[in-house]
């Protein structure tokens, strides 16, 4: 991490540990920093996790005093997500055992998807091992969890392959239907290939460049992925739907 990052985490763990009223806790960092990911336009995004917690408005208010005084030295804190053992710990287990609860929070495009976060944290303060636990649980990739994924999304990319309504749609050159149909379709296709490579899927950002680590994928992955969303002239909506129904084709070859 930066330099600046590590003081900015050194000036915020008393503040974080005090809002742990009782019992176990363990703070993280989610986000691109929790990924290894950062860079100079990165935000901090704590996570604190414990048994109990002090109220909402003294917690808020002990939080803001630390992000206006980083907000004015250039660096953002994204708050302390705080959030109960026991309700991580129940809902964790779910997950791996293949039981798909995607949590539909405004800031998450496709949703919150929990191992997601919790796989990718990178752990600050853990003296209870509740992270570290949580982490070593996710070790190997579940194969109920494989399994749950790969069928949730490889059943709509099925669907949509084979709905007439998607290629009208491409021949009427509807241009916002294809917009969010093709996004989601991508989304699912990066679902199934991390659920393939048993790989945690890392979230709305940096789905490219972690790609680069599969395994198993369709030749020039990276590459047609870009021109399924940027579809170049000309005829551009037309091609666009004839990759993605290609790229649906090699993605079913590659986990039948």
């Known amino acids: 991490m930066r330099n600046e990052i590590n003081e900015l985490i050194e000036n915020c763990l008393p503040m974080i540990r005090g809002l742990a009223k009782s019992g176990r806790y363990s703070i993280t960092i989610g986000g691109s920093i929790g990924k290894g990911l950062s860079d100079s336009k990165s935000d ?14 003294q917690a808020y208010a002990e939080m803001k005093k630390y992000m206006e005084y980083w907000a004015e030295r250039g660096l953002l804190i994204d708050g302390v997500w705080m959030r109960q053992i026991e309700v991580i710990e129940s809902s964790l287990n779910k997950w ?31 003296p209870f091992g509740v992270s570290q636990n949580w982490k070593n649980i996710m070790n190997p990739y579940p194969t109920a969890l494989k399994d749950a994924l790969i069928s949730k999304h490889m059943n709509r990319l099925t669907y949509w392959k084979n709905d007439y309504h998607y290629k009208n749609k491409a021949e ?25 490579n048993e790989i945690y899927f890392p979230g709305d950002g940096h789905n490219l460049s972690l790609a680069k680590r599969f395994v198993l994928k369709p030749n020039d992955f990276e590459q047609r992925i870009e021109l399924i969303l940027y579809p170049e002239n ?9 990759a993605m129904i290609d790229m649906i084709s090699d993605i079913n070859n590659i986990i039948i």
Request: charged share 25%; aromatic share 12%.
């Open 44 to 57: 901090v995004d704590f996570r604190l996790y414990a048994d109990d917690f002090v109220e909402w408005e």
């Open 96 to 126: 791996l055992s293949g039981e798909i609860n995607i949590e539909p929070l405004e800031w998450s495009v496709w949703g919150y998807h929990l191992p997601t976060d919790i796989y990718h944290q990178h752990i600050i303060e853990d």
């Open 172 to 196: 009427r050159k509807d241009i916002v239907f294809l917009a969010s149909l093709t996004a989601s379709l991508v989304h699912d296709v990066m679902q199934v290939l991390c659920a393939a």
């Open 234 to 242: 000309p005829d551009r909506l037309s091609n666009q739907y004839n």
